[in-house]
DNA sequence: ATATAATGTGTATTTTTTACACTATTAAAT
DNA sequence: ATTTAATAGTGTAAAAAATACACATTATAT
């Protein structure tokens, strides 16, 4: 009746203007010396979700973080040693929330290190497909999900949020198109705050208004 | 290092103008007398997408249907005995294709039945969950994916179209706007047959090039 | 004062979406 | 032969959304 299972969890965040994956080298059989996504065996009294928080805890010192599930794996080959089902999530973190920039070694993985999407190496199991679909769902539900907002700090510039957008499409915007379409979203409230400390003309802070946004997509 | 898991599958056809799940009346602990979503356990040395199609098999007669992944279920208290680990796919099947129409009993089940979807009673587990992310997948898909033709004939008129249209949609469309909206998506082909034995005028038929709709979405 | 670096804005054009009602065709019934 | 019943099939005008495109404005640093 047991069940032996593991999560991985994608931990994207946005980081001068690129879209970033957090990856560990693996110090563990299989795949030892490989880069994979984070995760680990579910303990046996624990949520799945409170494995994939746990995890994603653990390499960023972030609690309550935004996560989907984007697909169970359980193919027979994809362990040497026979199959070991992993459910996989996404998770968005903003950067500078991130505690640990780099996840202290332990015994099964030596470091952790962002990687820019489009610059990722090949990768441990079956987590080259996973990042495909986790790319693919962000850039599918972009226009109905807060996705693009849990990648930034609560007040951002619009500029900020096109940058967001044209990563996780990988395409150019047009500045003025984007910002009119943003305005009539509905759900953009416009802040009568600034950015400081930029060396040039402070960009006006945004919000998401979450109300609005929930009734609109529920 | 083994792990029992299970895979349920919400099969959905379309007939009378109405989506259909396929749903079984449990015979078996828990939630016994229960209808539930057609599922079992995944063989040891049994893929997860065969042992789907194994079930679909066994309730429908057909083979190579079309399979979506929905979720991995894991809660803790999803089975009276401690967590039973499942993966939940949605197939769907043409109506006409369907080889056994009512499924025969076993000894964990008493019958099969199909439901309008929108007149499923309380199932067991978490299926009425699982239930409606397949719904709210099919709907938030349904540009993107021959899930309508899946549930069609391969040739088929536009108001068979229309209709499955709205059952997915929930919403009534206008049919002049239907029709010149499918003629521009570019990958329907007008056939120069038409419907037979209909005691009315007979509507042309069409059918899917999927050629032309791969290339637009790959 | 000047240079720098990014912000913020409007209009014309094209495309897409929406609203809306009647004639055409076929088979069956009389 | 005519009528009835049932569905197929069609066009246009208006509104809304998407696109293409360039320059003046503002804050800071020197």
Not at 62 to 74: D, F, G, T
Not at 105 to 133: C, G
Not at 172 to 196: A, H, I, P, V, W
Request: hydrophobic residues 40%; aromatic residues 14%.
């Amino acid at each position: 009746m047991l069940s032996f299972f593991t999560v991985d969890c994608l931990i994207f965040t946005f980081h001068e203007g690129k879209l970033k994956v957090l990856l560990n080298e693996r110090n563990e059989y299989p795949y030892r010396d490989w880069w994979a996504m984070p995760g680990y065996f579910v303990d046996k009294q624990e949520e799945m979700e409170e494995a994939v928080n746990r995890i994603a805890y653990e390499h960023t010192g972030l609690k309550n973080i935004y996560l989907e599930q984007l697909a169970a794996m359980a193919g027979l080959k994809r362990h040497p040693e026979g199959r070991i089902l992993t459910v996989a999530y996404m998770a968005l973190v903003r950067y500078d929330d991130v505690k640990n920039k780099v996840k202290p070694v332990t015994n099964y993985m030596r470091q952790a290190k962002w990687f820019d999407v489009s610059d990722v190496p090949e990768l441990a199991f079956d987590h080259n497909d996973i990042l495909k679909l986790g790319l693919k769902k962000l850039k599918r539900n972009l226009n109905y999900s807060t996705a693009p907002f849990e990648l930034l700090p609560e007040k951002f510039t619009l500029t900020q949020l096109q940058q967001i957008y044209e990563a996780i499409l990988g395409e150019m915007l047009d500045k003025r198109n984007f910002r009119k379409r943003m305005n009539n979203l509905g759900y953009l409230k416009e802040l009568e705050e600034f950015q400081t400390g930029v060396s040039y003309r402070a960009a006006r802070l945004y919000k998401l208004d979450k109300r609005k946004f929930l009734k609109l997509f529920t």
